[in-house]
């Protein structure tokens, strides 16, 4: 069974700074996917960044990227010059790729992260 | 950019009601999902579909509800007789192969 851990319920961060949010997971499969997910107080889901075990470079996006660390199996997501709107909670989720078909992702429990002015 | 849109976007019920929650998702998606957010915790999944039928439920995927993909554009989860614990945010997603798109949800409370 897969299973993400998410260890920061809350962070908060200065304007303009770079944040790391932690993501660890566990699964015994040999092919997976990595993804982060912004909710807004809003409630909708946004993706914002996609790594897949297999990819030797560390996914990026504008200003986030994912800390790909395989052998201690985290996922950490880098958010570059913090913005005031980055103010949301975040989802880090696993998808298993060994088996064809729709494949449903497992979420941690999120951090809400707070950006102050 | 095309959207996975979900209607309605609330919905209050009384317990043992029927619901139906609709989804278009985007149009040239194959994977379909619904997933449900219990207030203030992570998102759990219930079910995928493809080729018109359930990939893989969950177990709070039980007889009280149901999928369907009526015509080429919705998606709707059914929820026979719902009960207080199906208060929460249902979230439908559509997914080329990778990554999953999420629409807007529906916030359902019931009474």
């Known amino acids: 069974a897969q299973k993400i851990t998410q260890t920061q319920p809350g962070m908060f961060v200065q304007e303009k700074e770079a944040v790391t949010l932690d993501c660890t997971y566990d699964?015994?499969?040999?092919?997976?996917?990595l993804f982060w997910y912004k909710q807004p107080s809003s409630g909708e889901m946004i993706f914002l960044i996609y790594q897949g075990s297999y990819d030797e470079q560390n996914a990026t996006e504008g200003r986030y990227s994912l800390n790909f660390q395989k052998a201690r199996k985290s996922a950490n997501l880098v958010i570059s010059a913090s913005q005031l709107g980055d103010s949301a909670m975040y989802f880090c989720?696993?998808?298993?790729?060994?088996?064809?078909?729709?494949?449903?992702?497992?979420f941690g429990q999120g951090t809400r992260l707070t950006i102050n002015p | 950019e095309p959207e996975v849109t979900q209607t309605p976007s609330h919905q209050v019920t009384q317990m043992g009601q029927e619901v139906i929650l609709r989804c278009v998702p985007i149009?040239?998606?194959?994977?379909f999902y619904w997933y449900r957010q219990i207030l203030g915790q992570k998102v759990e999944f219930l079910v995928s579909?493809?080729?018109?039928?359930?990939?893989?439920k969950s177990e709070i995927f039980d007889d009280q509800f149901s999928v369907e993909r009526p015509d080429g554009s919705n998606f709707t989860l059914k929820i026979r007789s719902t009960k207080l614990e199906d208060s929460a945010m249902y979230f439908c997603a559509s997914s080329p192969w990778e990554t999953q798109y999420f629409g807007p949800g529906t916030r359902l409370l019931v009474l």
């Open positions: 579909f493809y080729n018109n039928e359930i990939s893989e």
């Open positions: 149009s040239n998606h194959l994977y």
């Open positions: 989720a696993m998808r298993a790729q060994e088996i064809q078909g729709a494949q449903k992702l497992v």
């Open positions: 699964t015994s499969d040999q092919s997976y996917g």
